[in-house]
């Protein structure tokens, strides 16, 4: 049958999947790693014309990428493009009048195309997921793929895992998505809803 998928969902693809079920009109969203902006497009997507979404990235050419995908489909108006750290974010948040979220997506690691060197670190990953996870709304969600195949990616996959363990169980839900057969080390999803 046609229809029959062949392999299980990528992670990214899961990520999708979870934040949209809960990601609806007139929502707010961040993007805490625009990249070269694909989950940005999915989230102003989801949020439509009366929402809003926030992105976050340190690189110029990852602002200005996510912004070329963002005019090309019509929907840059309901995005604010942010160079900077995703440390900030709660501050840049306020200076934008935005004060809860429904969604926030993090996608760690390096630009693909880009720069290796530049790639996410721990100690402000989980800083900036601490902060974040204090300003979703109860039924909101932050999703973070997590990748062990560049140098320093386990070490934060790890920092990332052992910080999100550690949540109080009566506030939070966290489920870990990892296909063990594959190829390469394939990407991890750490998903983490507000009760
Ligand atoms: C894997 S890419 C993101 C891919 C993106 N989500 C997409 O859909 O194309 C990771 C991005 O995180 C950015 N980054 C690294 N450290 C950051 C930080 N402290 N704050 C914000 N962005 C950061 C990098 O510049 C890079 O563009």
């Known amino acids: 049958v046609a229809d029959i998928p062949k392999g299980f969902l990528r992670a990214t693809e899961l ?10 009109a007139g929502d707010a969203a961040v993007d805490a790693t625009a990249g070269n902006g694909h989950d940005t497009l999915f989230l102003a997507g989801q949020v439509g014309p009366g929402g809003r979404v926030i992105a976050f990235d340190i690189q110029d050419v990852a602002i200005s ?7 090309e489909e019509g929907v840059l108006d309901r995005v604010t493009l942010i160079h900077d750290s995703h440390e900030n974010c709660v501050r840049c ?3 934008h009048g935005v004060g809860r979220l429904k969604a926030v997506m993090f996608n760690l690691g390096y630009l693909p195309g880009g720069d290796r060197s530049l790639v996410t670190r721990p100690e402000i990953t989980v800083s900036a997921l601490q902060s974040l996870l204090g300003i979703v709304v109860p039924g909101g969600v932050i999703t973070l793929i997590l990748y062990i195949g560049h140098p320093g990616g386990s070490k934060e996959a790890e920092a990332v895992l052992r910080f999100v363990q550690s949540l109080d169980p009566g506030r939070f839900e966290a489920v870990h998505y990892l296909k063990i057969i594959g190829s390469k080390p394939p990407p991890e999803l750490l998903a983490i809803t507000v009760r």
């Open 65 to 71: 990428s996510t912004r070329g995908r963002l005019e």
């Open 15 to 24: 990520a999708h999947e979870l934040v949209a079920e809960r990601l609806v």
């Open 93 to 95: 948040l306020g200076e």
